[in-house]
């Protein structure tokens, strides 16, 4: 039987709701903002701000567009798929929004706030618009009633939380292994030293591939970055050796 809100512990009802709702929910709020936006910037009277106004709605409008283009990446499109629904190529696009994504899953891929009670306000403003749609905003997210999904969204969050923290020991990691390396140099242990200094780009490349599935958005860049430390590993392995890596002995 599917887990309802009904049937959830307290902690998994006040979880946030899994990415992708997360950000069509930041999205409404968005929507909701232009609309006041627009009916505040109506000229009545001397206190009418043409240019605040108009810059105000621009503002607002570029955020509408950053969300939606963290959407399409939630949805899973590539950026050569929003390059196209934007007229504009791969490239371009990436350059444009790549910023607005990264930020995005720095933060965690959630909104800050408990979801219920900006769900449900957000809901009643727009049915005072469109009273046939009482439901607008919290029918289009269904992790809101779905607390194993949301849970399981934050073991995903969680993990990636946990792989950051591993990444962040690899500088002093690798700076240990690399004098290890040097002060071996010319004595029976230098090749041994190498071959440990390789090993630990290895494993930094191995915590860039788990959390290229754990923050989906940038996985391209995380095995990007993993490619490279093998890349940097076998450079390390093959001058200690003359050998390929492959063709090295596993470090002792």
């Known amino acids: 039987m599917t887990e309802t809100d009904d049937t959830a ?18 999205r409404a709020q968005t929507l909701q903002q232009i609309g006041t936006a ?8 001397e206190e009418y701000d043409p240019v605040g106004g108009a810059l105000n709605l621009l503002r607002l409008a570029e955020k ?24 504009m190529s791969r490239q371009a696009a990436h350059d444009r929004w790549s910023s607005a994504v990264a930020s995005w899953v720095m933060l965690g891929r959630h909104r800050q706030g408990a979801p219920d009670h900006t769900v449900y306000e957000l809901d009643g403003w727009y049915s005072s618009i469109a009273p046939d749609h009482p439901d607008a905003v919290s029918s289009g997210l269904p992790s809101l009633h779905d607390p194993a999904a949301r ?5 995903q969050r969680e993990e990636a939380k946990r792989l950051h923290a591993e990444l962040d020991a690899f500088s002093e990691l690798n700076r240990d292994a690399f004098n ?3 002060e071996a140099t010319g004595t029976p242990e230098h090749a041994a030293r190498r071959r440990e200094w390789a090993a630990v780009h290895l494993e930094h490349a191995a915590v860039l591939d788990r959390l290229a599935s754990a923050e989906p958005l940038l996985a391209t860049e995380h095995r990007r970055r993993a490619r490279k430390q093998r890349s940097m590993a076998e450079d390390i392995a093959t001058e200690s050796t003359g050998k390929p890596a492959s063709q090295t002995e596993p470090a002792a």
């Open 38 to 45: 627009v009916l505040n910037d109506l000229p009545t009277g």
């Open 9 to 26: 512990p307290e902690a998994d009802r006040q979880l946030p709701l899994i990415p992708l709702d997360d950000i069509r929910l930041a």
């Open 151 to 155: 849970r399981a969204a934050q073991e």
């Open 180 to 182: 290890r390396s040097f």
């Open 64 to 87: 509408l567009t950053e969300q939606a283009v963290i959407i399409r990446r939630e949805q899973g499109a590539s950026w050569t798929d929003i390059g196209d629904e934007a007229g």
